[in-house]
């Protein structure tokens, strides 16, 4: 089992930054990859950014440029800085961790984001 929560999400103006966190219950090396995913109104869930064990990071060309993915081994904890926030940008935001070799997928509970003016 692993546990994630997430913190850091809230109300931001257009233009504005916030820095999300993910904290996992077990060591984050062991994982095949975390990474960050958001759901809007009436949208599915689609992909943000990733970041893999080996440290690779991927972003949605949405984000890219604006986001940036990054981790704390010592703390088990995955982070998003997000700059330049747009009202688009406003869903909640959801911690994903898949396990090696059989990549179980894990969830967090969900942090909202909302960038309104």
């Known amino acids: 089992q692993v546990q994630l929560v997430e913190s850091g999400g809230g109300l931001v103006q257009p233009g504005g930054s916030l820095r999300l966190s993910c904290a996992a219950s077990?060591?984050?090396?062991?994982?095949?990859?975390m990474g960050w995913y958001r759901q809007a109104p009436g949208k599915e869930r689609e992909l943000v950014a990733v970041i893999t064990s080996g440290g690779s990071t991927n972003y949605a060309d949405s984000v890219k440029g604006r986001f940036t993915i990054s981790r704390d081994t010592a703390k088990n904890t995955v982070y998003l800085q997000m700059n330049s926030l747009k009202p688009e940008d406003t869903a909640v935001y959801y911690c994903?961790?898949?396990?090696?070799?059989?990549?179980?997928?894990?969830w967090g509970q969900g942090t909202q984001v909302t960038v309104s003016s």
């Open positions: 077990v060591n984050i090396f062991n994982l095949n990859d």
């Open positions: 994903k961790a898949r396990t090696a070799i059989w990549l179980t997928p894990y």
